[in-house]
């Protein structure tokens, strides 16, 4: 296709007869195509990681309600520590009683396929201040969500008789 002939006294402006786009458009255009999916992709896999660990995060709190749920129902005589001290004692469930140990027994809870370490302690308090009076047991239980110690939940209430 030629290009309209010129009218007498007007010339045509040079960048009306380019046809196409250059090598050097098509380049640049194809540079901010990429830098803009490399933005989109280091965003979704950012925010993927991000909502793995709320997720396993919210998962360690569940466990650690309902292991004091567990608690609560048990009554304090189940789950109060063997001698009036304020040693820290572990508790781990053994089928319908807790069994109490001084050193960590290294539970995990299985969830999902995953496996979460679990620790339960209980230890006598003093609420008052008021000497060597053993007013309530406070027991503490936490989940660690990810490898990394810092990553860990912990949920803690007191028992009284």
């Known amino acids: 296709m030629k290009p309209f002939p010129p009218v007498r006294g007007y010339e045509r402006p040079a960048w ?42 919210r998962v360690a709190l569940e466990l650690c ?49 995953w496996t979460y370490p679990i620790s339960t302690r209980v230890q006598y308090v003093d609420l008052g201040g008021e000497g060597d009076s053993y007013d309530a047991v406070l027991a503490t239980v936490e989940v660690r969500y990810r490898r990394n110690e810092p990553n860990r939940v912990s949920l803690w209430a007191y028992f009284t008789p």
Do not use: H
Request: glycine share 8%.
């Open 16 to 57: 009306t007869l380019r046809r196409g786009v250059t090598l050097i458009e098509v380049l640049w255009a194809c540079l901010l195509l990429m830098v803009l999916a490399i933005a989109a992709g280091s965003f979704i896999s950012l925010s993927s990681g991000t909502l793995a660990v709320s997720r396993n995060e």
């Open 65 to 113: 309600n309902s292991r004091l749920e567990e608690l609560r129902s048990a009554g304090f005589d189940a789950i109060k520590p063997p001698s009036e001290n304020y040693n820290v004692y572990y508790l781990v469930r053994s089928g319908d009683t807790w069994v109490r140990s001084l050193t960590d027994p290294g539970e995990v809870v299985q969830l999902g396929g």
